[in-house]
């Protein structure tokens, strides 16, 4: 045998044990019992078609639906009520309402299911269900995969997950005194910021190992502050101020700047950037943030703020300099967003139009591809890894 025709041998029987690259997910929640007529009233249904779909992103701009699971899952709350670990091995997924029926209606009350998925199975699985506190929201996974934290807005409080392989428990809650609505770790996973939206605060965790104690430190950061994100170098947090309606309502609105390197942590601007933001993330570059504008498209349309679509609004981030310079018109009632893991794309949820939009990103310039996923309902929620 020549040298060459061994080489390939070698070569062919070498691939055999390459292992496959890692797949790049975004878990979508999709809720299909809630839904708003052409007045803007709102309208439910029984809760038997909600679900759970996983997507392959590796094709940036033809993503694939890699599973669909029949879960409950919630509009209301922030659209960050689920978390992907690092790896990509693992989801958890809040179910932050039960959906109950009373008088010949449908209505929902606070749930306390956190859905675990094993996102490794072929094709991913349910494989077990935590209870957490009452109306678990938004949540958050740090960077080492082994803790998680769900904010629960109708016990006041912080639940502490621990992750060991594919085993999820609930080992704490954190009291926190008042509604909580998302939560954000930094990096080193040392602390944690918590949106405090009905009295317009962020909260400041402490976090060693797996023992998490709240500071009893608040910021006043805007008007009902619904989300939250920490820059991917740890040294600012972000918050979707959504307005005194929790909603939109015509008002501008802002996202509000915590200088968390400063001892202690403080807001150091609060930028204008639309009506009703809502959905928030931070590209892995650090260059970028985005704030999901609702802009009334869910509401009548006679009203005076009422937008067919809603619209992304472009945060630069230089330093600790936080300015908006761009919107881009998405569909109706943009929820979830999620950056790739390059930060080369964008996708977002259009929970009026049961679709994804796909967004093009270079350095601070973001375009719309005009290119759609179709989703079997109304996205109310997306994550992806979170840097």
Known sequence: MTRIARSIVLASCLGAFVTPALAQLIIVGIDNKVSWDADGKMMTSPPDKDAVVILDIKNRENPKIVATLPLVNSVFGPPVNLAITQDDSLALVANSLDWVQEEGKWK??????????????????????????????????????????????????????????????????????EQVSAVAFTPDGKRALVSKNVTNKAAVLDIAGDKVTYSKYDMLVGMFPYNIAITP???????????????????????????????????????????????????????????????????????????????????????????????????????????????????????????????????????????????????????????
């Open 108 to 177: 929902g009350v606070p749930g306390s299911d956190i859905f675990v998925i094993d996102l490794k199975a072929n094709p991913p699985a349910l494989i077990a269900t935590v209870k957490g506190g009452k109306q678990p929201s938004g949540m958050a996974i740090n960077r080492a995969g082994n803790l998680a934290l769900v904010a629960n807005r109708a016990d006041n409080s912080v639940s502490v997950l621990s992750i060991s392989g594919k085993e999820v428990k609930v080992i704490d809650s954190v009291a926190i005194g």
């Open 233 to 387: 170098n740890g040294k600012l947090g972000l918050t979707a101020n959504n307005g005194a309606l929790g909603s939109a309502d015509g008002n501008i609105d802002t996202v509000g700047v915590i200088d968390i390197e400063a001892k202690p942590p403080r807001v150091i601007d609060e930028v204008v950037v639309g009506d009703g933001p809502e959905g928030l993330a931070i590209s892995p570059t650090g260059k970028i943030a985005v704030a999901m504008l609702l802009r009334g498209s869910n509401a009548s349309k006679s009203a005076f703020f009422y937008h067919r679509n809603g619209s992304v609004a472009v945060l630069a981030i230089d330093g600790k300099k936080v300015k908006k310079i761009a919107e881009v018109e998405v569909r109706g009632l943009p929820e979830g967003a999620v950056f790739s893991p390059d930060g080369k794309y964008l996708y977002v949820g259009n929970y009026m139009d049961n679709d994804i939009s796909i967004l093009k990103v270079s350095g601070t310039r973001v375009t719309n591809t005009g290119k759609r996923v179709e989703l079997p309902g109304h996205p109310a929620s997306m994550r992806g890894t979170v840097p």
